[in-house]
């Protein structure tokens, strides 16, 4: 793989196919969200984008705006259609660094982090969500 620098918050052509349900599918943009240990696995966590709708319709979805990195259309990051997939599914972008993208807007990203919070359950603290202990996350760093 040429691509250089690590993968979070790149925007890449991914290949969904096949999907089940109310999943999103064919190739399309998609915004790595996972870290680097997930790479060396050969996988990545990547949230899908649509310009079938430019207006979020839950907390879930975030809009991008055409421009913003390299994205054409008006369009949603679908943070409720987190998906880990394998690294074969961007091969062809990976293999020529060709159209890789990368989302450089602060305000953007931490709506991304805020909505993958939301997501995965990592805002409601462990006491709240059935603990007998505080196991939220950071409480072992407090």
Sequence with gaps: ???????????LIVNFDPIAGH?????????????EPLRALGMMSVCPITAAHSEARNPLEIPIRAGQAG??????ILVHQLRTVSI???ANMLDSDAGVRVLTEANLRAQVREALAIQLGLDIPGLEDGALT?????????
Excluded: C, F, H, P
């Design 23 to 35: 999943e999103q599918g064919g190739s399309r943009r998609a915004l790595v969200v996972s870290y």
């Design 134 to 142: 505080d196991d939220s996350y950071g409480a072992s760093l407090r």
């Design 1 to 11: 793989m040429v691509l250089n620098r690590g993968l979070r918050w790149t925007i």
């Design 88 to 90: 074969l599914r961007a």
């Design 71 to 76: 994205q054409t259309k008006d369009g949603l």
